[in-house]
Structure formats: C-alpha cells, structure tokens
C-alpha cells in the first residue's frame, strides 16, 4: 500500500520533509499541499507532482490524502489537529502539538472522543540513535535509579524573530519530551536563572537561560539553552544514576589530524543532527499507517504535557519564581504506547 499523504505548510521543514518521505522513505506519496503562501504551495507540489488545495480544510477531506502532516507555524496546528481527527485520518503534527493548553485539551478529548489514536506529535528526540541508547541503559537499571540530569541544548544563532519565550516554547520543548520519555517520569515544576548575557544576540533577547526541573520522583535537571553559542549547534545530555552515568553521544564524525592538531567538525545546525530521527519517525509513522496499526510514537497526551511544561517555563523566567507544572494525570487511553529504546 502507499500512503498517500498531504501536507499542510511547505516552509523550512515542511520541505525537508516533503523531500524526506518522497526520496527516502518508502511506500508513500505526497499526493497534496497548502500553505497561506500560494507561491511556496506551487513550488513545493511542482517538486513532487503533488495538488495545491487551497487551504487546510479541503486537504483533509480530500479522496487522496490518507494521513496528514501538519508543518505550520505553531498556533494554527490545533485546527489542522481537529480536522484530522474529525475526518478519521492519522495526523502527523510538528511541534508543538498546540499552543495553549486549552487548544492540547480539546485535541485529546477528541482524539477519546474518537476512540483510536491517530495523532503524533513531531517529537523526533525519541527516534535519534543516541537518544534511544540512553533509554536503553536507563531502563536496563545498570546506573542505578536516575537522581540528576545535565543537559545542554546550543543553537549558533537565531533570527531577530526569537523572542525570550522561545527558549522554552520552541527550543527546551525538545528536552522536556525527551527527558519525560526517557525517565519515565513527569516534570511538576520548573524554575529559571538568567546568567550574564550573551554579548553576541539581539538585544531583546535573554540568552542563554538556565531552566531547572524537577519531576515527580525528585530527579533534578538543570539544562542550559543557548541560542547564539557562534560555534555550531550542540546537544549535550548525561544522566547521572545512584551506581553510574551514562551520556547521549556527539555524532560520529573522522578525526582529523594536522599541522600539530587534532580536530572533529561539529553540525552547525538541527537538519543535519537530527537527520536520521526525522528518517526513522517517518520510516515507523508511514509503515504505521501502512499496517493499520493506531501510532506509537509521541501521542497527543505528550504534546499536551509538553506544552503545558513549556508555558510553565516561560511564567517562570517571567516570575522568577519556581513554577508548578500542573500536568494532569494521564489519561489511561494513552497509557503504554511509546517507541522502542534501541
Ligand atoms: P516556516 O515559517 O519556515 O514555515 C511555516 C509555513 O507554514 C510557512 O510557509 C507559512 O506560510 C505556512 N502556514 C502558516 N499558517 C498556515 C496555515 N494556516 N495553513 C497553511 N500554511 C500555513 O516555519 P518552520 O521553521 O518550517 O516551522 C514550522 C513548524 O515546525 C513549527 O511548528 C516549528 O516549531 C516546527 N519545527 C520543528 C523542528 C524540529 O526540530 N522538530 C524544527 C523546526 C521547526
Ligand atoms: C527549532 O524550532 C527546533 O525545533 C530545533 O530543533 C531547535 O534546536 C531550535 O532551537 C528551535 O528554534
């Protein structure tokens, strides 16, 4: 079977995964596009042969797009999510699932509502190589029980358009799924602490930040975002156990060694470190799909938690204050479900 599928938003990353699901993952067809920008919907759908519809409604319900992906800007997922879900098709939606807490709410109640699952949120961190080894040696039990997480989440730089909530609601989402998934475990508060500021961002940015979390076993994390670092763009995370750590290994790359030095390239941005998570989340979502099977990756709880830790994250920077995350109890519909560990 190919999955025929329909995007929504051919921007950055809507094209990067256009191109992904037409030249790398099998047994799928981007069949159908839209995006606000009726020039970036025609250049996109002439790459692949795909029809331009001219706004998301009608691509839902369109006779050829089996499953959804929604790669907007952020506060316009919900009503993409919904009509997915309305129209019974499996939904693929980048991060965040929504912006408001609300907005994630009504999402699950409907998805319930629904009966099966058909949303993943576009949480690529669970389907990285090196994250997926850490999963495994934390629930193998060989470092004992986790007590302490250090994390480090660097971009070079960011656009003037980065504003100081981003830090949490575009950049640290990342961390607050993955450390969620990879501790099995649930983040109810956060705190944030400013160090100096950077000298090389815009001036209305504060960069970096310290965001502090602890979660409901009492492990501590602190994790530093960075967002205009200058050197490339650089994922550090180390758990530390009662009987030994364990840390999310730099991508492979050769050693170089020359006049008197030996050296590494590091990325320089999220494309191409996160490459083979994005193939792999679509290679697992489209044979989903293919087998009829309801998804198993980030689910509609997990971007509603994410979001409601994010939005805690930012009133906490703003308050100083520590900061209750209020994530309710899981509902036992999404109960299980989650990508394998390695
Ligand atoms: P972008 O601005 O490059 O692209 C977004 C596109 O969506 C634009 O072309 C815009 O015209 C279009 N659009 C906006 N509202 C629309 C609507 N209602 N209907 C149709 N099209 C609409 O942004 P981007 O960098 O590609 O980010 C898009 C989403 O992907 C964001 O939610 C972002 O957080 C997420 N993202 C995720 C990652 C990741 O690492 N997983 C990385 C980058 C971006
Ligand atoms: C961006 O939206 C992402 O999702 C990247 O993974 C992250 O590193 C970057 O900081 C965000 O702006």
Redesign the pocket.
């Known amino acids: 079977m190919t999955v025929r599928v329909g995007v929504?938003?051919?921007?950055?990353?809507?094209?990067?995964h256009i191109r992904r699901l037409t030249d790398t993952v099998t047994g799928v067809e981007v069949t159908a596009v839209?995006?606000?920008?009726a020039a970036?919907?025609e250049d996109a759908a002439a790459d692949v042969g795909a029809r331009v519809f001219a706004?998301?409604p009608e691509l839902i319900t369109a006779d050829d797009v089996d499953a959804v992906l929604v790669?907007?800007?952020?506060p316009?997922?919900a009503?993409?999510v919904l009509g997915a879900i309305a129209a019974g098709k499996p939904v693929f939606c980048?991060?965040?699932l929504a912006t408001t807490t609300e907005d994630c709410l009504r999402i699950v109640e409907a998805e319930m509502a629904h009966g099966r699952r058909l949303v993943q949120v576009?949480?690529?961190r669970r389907y990285d190589a090196g994250c997926r080894q850490l999963k495994h040696v934390i629930d193998s039990g060989r470092i004992g029980e986790a007590l302490m997480v250090h994390c480090a989440h660097r971009n070079p730089t960011v656009p003037e358009s980065y504003v100081s909530d981003m830090a949490a609601l575009?950049t640290a989402v990342?961390e607050i799924d993955v450390l969620r998934w990879l501790l099995d475990d649930e983040i109810v508060s956060a705190q944030v602490v400013t160090p100096r500021s950077a000298s090389k961002r815009f001036a209305h940015l504060t960069d970096p930040q310290i965001m502090l979390y602890e979660t409901a076993k009492g492990v501590r994390i602190d994790l530093e975002v960075f967002v205009n670092c200058q050197y490339g763009y650089d994922i550090q995370c180390e758990v530390v156990g009662e009987e030994g750590l364990v840390r999310l290994p730099d991508p492979a790359a050769v050693g170089v060694r020359t006049a008197g030095q030996h050296s590494t390239a590091l990325l320089t941005d999220?494309v191409g470190r996160?490459a083979d998570a994005?193939d792999t989340e679509f290679r697992e979502w489209i044979a989903g799909i293919a087998a009829g099977d309801a998804p198993i990756g980030p689910s509609a709880w997990d971007g509603y938690a994410a979001t409601v830790i994010s939005n805690a994250t930012v009133e906490a920077r703003q308050s100083g204050g520590v900061v209750g995350a209020g994530v309710k109890p899981r509902p036992a519909f999404y109960a299980g479900a989650t990508p394998p560990s390695a």
């Open positions: 929504i938003g051919t921007g950055w990353i809507g094209r990067e839209t995006d606000i920008d970036r919907a706004d998301g790669t907007s800007w952020g316009t997922h009503e993409h980048e991060k965040p576009g949480f690529m575009d990342h999220w996160f994005f």
